[in-house]
């Protein structure tokens, strides 16, 4: 997995066309980019995420931000006490 300016990307390699595939991912838009090394793989890879960087900036768009993969979850402290409350999580599972 390469990264780039917070941007990740996923790429599979085409064993009949000899040539490797990749997809910028954790965005709602699709950003690919293709190459026949390593080399130009990394190459294309962040030449993709500048142009969308730059397409985001001309439509006057935020691009979108890779998920950090965190979930944060916030539970109101008088929604459970302990243990009672552990046993009725159990319970409801």
């Known amino acids: ?5 917070e ?18 991912i954790g965005l709602r838009d699709v ?3 293709q190459g026949s090394s390593v080399a130009e793989l ?3 890879f962040r030449e993709s995420v ?3 960087l730059a397409f985001c ?3 006057d768009k935020e691009p ?3 998920a950090s993969g965190k979930l944060i979850l916030r539970i109101p ?3 459970i006490t302990a243990p009672q409350s552990v046993q009725n999580l159990k319970e409801a599972a």
């Open 1 to 5: 997995m390469m990264k780039y300016k």
């Open 7 to 24: 941007y990740a990307d996923k790429t599979e390699y085409d064993d009949k066309a000899e040539i490797f595939h990749g997809e910028v």
């Open 31 to 33: 950003v690919t980019f």
């Open 42 to 44: 990394k190459k294309f």
């Open 50 to 52: 500048d142009e969308y």
């Open 57 to 59: 900036k001309r439509m």
């Open 64 to 66: 979108d931000i890779p």
């Open 77 to 79: 402290q008088n929604s």
